[in-house]
């Protein structure tokens, strides 16, 4: 495996569920993110772990909680959502955003895209 | 938090024209990114630019940014079918070294 995966690529559930979608970097990153792409609003940052430090958009609803176990690994555990949740979730990494030779450039998996039933 | 906005949203043009793609942010940032998606493919990174006067070329692609005016653009030189995808341009989300804020993209669809 090369880049940033993540799994499952699609995924169907109904609002009493809960799930989780799982991201991997095989680039040495140190840093990870959530973004979700949906067709009515653009990109949106939902989640940061930098060295383990998490960093979140304070819009993110609470049904969804990240976990970084490790820099290589990252879950976004999803529980109760709603229809309008259903989007594209995009995993990233990044180098060590601190330092200059990163230039934090982040390279992105090929998503999850979900719907809520 | 940066505010990233991006003109235009639609682009419509013939094989063979040039045409520049803006990208105007809300606050101080001195690195700019764009990015390419093509359908039902996840974000593919194309430029960073990490000064004022910063200029990058891929290709028939080239990026440039003025931090001063607060404006990024993509100039497509003699452009080709094959550059049909949106294009994102994105800064820092809060200025520092995180995240990042995206503009909603420009759809661009180059025709024979």
């Known amino acids: 495996e090369t880049g940033v995966t993540q799994t499952p690529r699609h995924l169907v559930m109904g609002m009493t569920n809960k799930k989780s979608l799982k991201c991997e970097q095989h680039?040495?990153?140190?840093?990870m993110y959530w973004y979700k792409q949906s067709a009515k609003k653009p990109l949106e940052l939902m989640f940061v772990?930098?060295?383990?430090?998490?960093?979140e958009n304070n819009s993110v609803p609470s049904r969804f909680s990240p976990e970084c176990p490790n820099s290589s690994h990252l879950f976004l555990h999803l529980h109760t959502l709603q229809p309008e949740d259903s989007a594209l979730y995009l995993c990233?990494?990044?180098?060590?955003?601190?330092?200059?030779?990163?230039?934090?450039?982040?390279?992105f998996g090929p998503g999850t895209r979900l719907t809520v039933l | 938090e940066l505010k990233v906005e991006q003109n235009p949203l639609f682009l419509s043009m013939q094989e063979g024209k040039n045409y520049t793609i803006y990208c105007n942010y809300s606050t101080t940032s001195d690195r700019l990114y764009w990015y390419r998606q093509d359908p039902g493919k996840s974000l593919e990174s194309l430029f960073v630019?990490?000064?004022?006067?910063a200029v990058k070329q891929e290709g028939r692609l080239m990026a440039s940014l003025d931090t001063k005016a607060r404006l990024s653009t993509l100039h497509i030189t003699a452009a080709v079918h094959d550059l049909s995808a949106t294009y994102f341009c994105?800064?820092?989300?809060?200025?520092?070294?995180?995240?990042?804020?995206f503009g909603k993209g420009t759809h661009l669809i180059i025709q024979p």
């Open positions: 994105a800064g820092p989300w809060r200025g520092g070294a995180d995240g990042l804020t």
């Open positions: 630019l990490l000064s004022n006067g």
């Open positions: 772990y930098n060295f383990k430090e998490q960093t």
């Open positions: 990233a990494s990044s180098q060590d955003p601190g330092t200059p030779s990163s230039y934090n450039e982040q390279f």
């Open positions: 680039l040495g990153h140190n840093a």
